[in-house]
C-alpha cells in the first residue's frame, strides 16, 4: 500500500503534481514570472498575447492588473504595519511580497506545491524582504500550521479552488484568526444558472483540466462561510473589469493552437492551450465568474459586563 502522509490530501498530492509537471513554467514563462493569478484592467491597459514573450519581462499594463486585483481583493481587511497576515495558496509568493512592500506587514505564505515555495522563497531573497516574508508547506484544507487566535488576517486569492474540503479550510481560517481578525479571499466559481447540462459540458471540462474538484457558487460560498463560524455579505463580483482575462487567455490559447498546428508546440504549450480554451469557453457562455469577499471571525463578547452584575 502507498505511504499516507497525514499532512497531504488526496487531492492534496493532484495539485502538487499539476503544478510540478509543467503548469508552474508555462504561468511564469507565458503570464507573468511572479504572480500566477487574474487581473483587473482598465480601458487604458494596452496588453496583447498574441505573440509570445521573448523578452522574459511582463508587460507593465499586465503587472498592474494583477498589482489591482490584490488590492480590490485585500483592501477591506484594513492590514496595518506589525500584524502577521497568512497568505493561504501563495503562488510563487508575488501577492505576499507586495503586501510587505505596500502595508508594512509581516507575511507568512503557505503553498502544497514544493515547487513553488521554492520558486517563492529565491524570489523573495532576491529581493530583499526573506526577514518579513517567509513560506511554509502546508495543505490548506487539512490544517493551518498556526495556533489558535494568532493570525490578524487570512488572504486568500484564487487557492480555495484547488481544497476538496472548503468547509475545513474556512473552520481552520476562523481558527486561527485572532476575534476580529478577517478573511479578504477572491476565487472561481460556477454561475448559479448553470444548468447540470451546461455543467457537464463547460465546467467539468474546466475542473478536470485546472486540477479542481469542484467550483461553488455565490449561494453555496455564502453558506460554508457562515457555516464556518465567520461574519460575511454577499460575495461580490468585479463589475466586469476581470472579463479580459477571458479574452487575453483566448488569444494566447489560439497562439498555441496555431503552433500545435505547424507542429511547432512544445508539452507545455498544448496542455496550456486546453487548459485555456476551457475557461475561455466558460467564461464566454456565462457558466464561470469570479467572486470576492471579506468574512470576519466574531468579536468575543465581553464578559466583565456579566460578572458586574
Keep these: 500500500m502507498p505511504e499516507v502522509n497525514p499532512e497531504i490530501s488526496l487531492q492534496g498530492r493532484v495539485v502538487q503534481d499539476y503544478y510540478s509537471r509543467y503548469t508552474t513554467d508555462w504561468y511564469l514563462s507565458t503570464w507573468h514570472p511572479e504572480h500566477i493569478h487574474l487581473g483587473l484592467f482598465e480601458p487604458q491597459d494596452h496588453i496583447d498575447l498574441r505573440e509570445l514573450p521573448t523578452s522574459g519581462r511582463p508587460s507593465p499594463d499586465l503587472t498592474l492588473a494583477l498589482e489591482r486585483m490584490i488590492d480590490e481583493v485585500v483592501e477591506p481587511v484594513v492590514i496595518h504595519a506589525g500584524q502577521h497576515v497568512v497568505d493561504a495558496g501563495c503562488g510563487v509568493g508575488g501577492a505576499a511580497r507586495y503586501i510587505v512592500g505596500k502595508y508594512g506587514c509581516r507575511v507568512t505564505g503557505l503553498n502544497v506545491s514544493k515547487a513553488q515555495l521554492a520558486i517563492a522563497k529565491q524570489q523573495t531573497k532576491e529581493a530583499g524582504l526573506d526577514r518579513l516574508v517567509d513560506f511554509t508547506f502546508a495543505d490548506c484544507s487539512l490544517r493551518l500550521p498556526f495556533p489558535d487566535a494568532s493570525i490578524d488576517a487570512v488572504v486568500n486569492i484564487e487557492s480555495a479552488c484547488h481544497y476538496d ?97 505547424f507542429g511547432q508546440a512544445s508539452e507545455l504549450e498544448v496542455g496550456a492551450m486546453k487548459q485555456l480554451a476551457t475557461l475561455h469557453a466558460a467564461w464566454r457562455r456565462g457558466h464561470f465568474e469570479m467572486g470576492r469577499y471579506c468574512a470576519q471571525r466574531p468579536e468575543e463578547p465581553d464578559r466583565t459586563k456579566d460578572r458586574d452584575t
Excluded at 454561475?191 to 474546466?206: H, W
Design 165 to 261: 474540503d472548503r468547509p475545513q479550510f474556512l473552520r481552520e481560517v476562523r481558527r486561527i484568526l485572532k476575534p476580529g481578525g478577517r478573511l479578504a479571499a477572491s476565487d472561481w466559481l460556477v454561475t448559479e444558472r448553470t444548468s447540470p447540462a451546461q455543467f457537464k459540458e463547460y465546467i467539468q471540462p474546466l475542473c478536470s483540466s485546472w486540477a479542481l474538484p469542484n467550483l461553488e457558487t455565490r449561494s453555496s460560498y455564502v453558506r460554508i462561510l457562515r457555516e464556518a463560524g465567520l461574519e460575511t455579505g454577499p460575495l461580490a463580483d468585479f463589475d466586469g473589469r476581470d472579463f479580459r482575462n477571458a479574452h487575453l487567455f483566448g488569444q494566447r490559447a489560439r497562439v498555441f493552437f496555431k503552433r500545435w498546428m
